[in-house]
């Protein structure tokens, strides 16, 4: 673990993160870690001053950062916990939904809450629940209802990240990480997918070869689809999907491939977003790496912990929120997210 030489790097004010998370309301935020600059390029969408800012803590493992544009609030998953939270700037954290992911009786998986989170357009928000085993949807000013939940009647394993295309399409992976153990109880699918809710509500596979299906994002276009392939051992890579314009897929390629930078080594790529120029940004292992369009590294975001996911919002989409084991980090960009 690296965790410790990081969290020595918090200033006095890291005292207040030991506060529950609703009491955090500073908005003099600790730092952490550093920002590594591979190319000349990292310039253009940092500035040298950029620092990682830890602005909320004391969650197991966060996950599935969001950003509301209706109601100026980042919201997030605490999968184990089973719970979202949303953060509002300068009021800091609170239980926002309770259970997240999972509804059942008794101990799951230990991963059994909410994981990747979306809104749309009207403020709607979709969840992968790991537990429930489904894409929910929670209308704003109403409920929650179910939009899958299997594919040809096989149960899902447990939807791990989702993206939203504007035609209403919806796309998701979904790994088996969330399943109880051993024996990974309840496992109906052979596979570990990558899946499409059509606007209509069918299920359509895109992809049932991949080992560790997870994070997944849209381009700016919205003509092709990323999917991360977390295996860290033997595949670590982020592939990229035509989409042509009758809604069916082209021939997958490699976008990126961790192994073939030494300076990523032990990379594992996770959740991830597009800027409106074209970079992405991915979640891992070894922190926050971001792509340029060429799929070419040009920065390393090194909390020192973990990063599962990010998500761009702010008041006008320059921010940079990333969920990073106990933390919630943000970092200020030269770009915008896709959408703002």
Known sequence: MIRSRFKLLLSSTALSLLLPASAQDSTNYPTIGEIVRFSDEANKILSSDA???VISSGYVWSEGPAWNKQGGFLAFSDVPENKVYKWVEGKGASLWIQPSGYTGLGEYAGSDGSNGLAFDDAGNLYSCECGDRRISILTKGQGKRTLADNYNGMRFNSPNDISLHSNGDIYFTDPEYGLPKPGL??????YMGVYV???????ELVDDSLTAPNGIALSVDEKTLYVANSDRANNPKVYAYPIKKDGSFGKRRTFFNAQDYPALKGMSPDGMKFDARGNLWIGGIIGGVVLNPQGAPIALINSGEKISNCAFGGPDGSTLY??????IIKVETKVKGIGF
Do not use: F
């Open 51 to 53: 620092k990682i800012e």
């Open 197 to 203: 809710i059509r606007k209509d509500g069918s299920v």
């Open 322 to 327: 990333m969920t990073s084991d106990t933390y």
């Open 185 to 190: 109880d309840g496992k109906e699918t052979p």
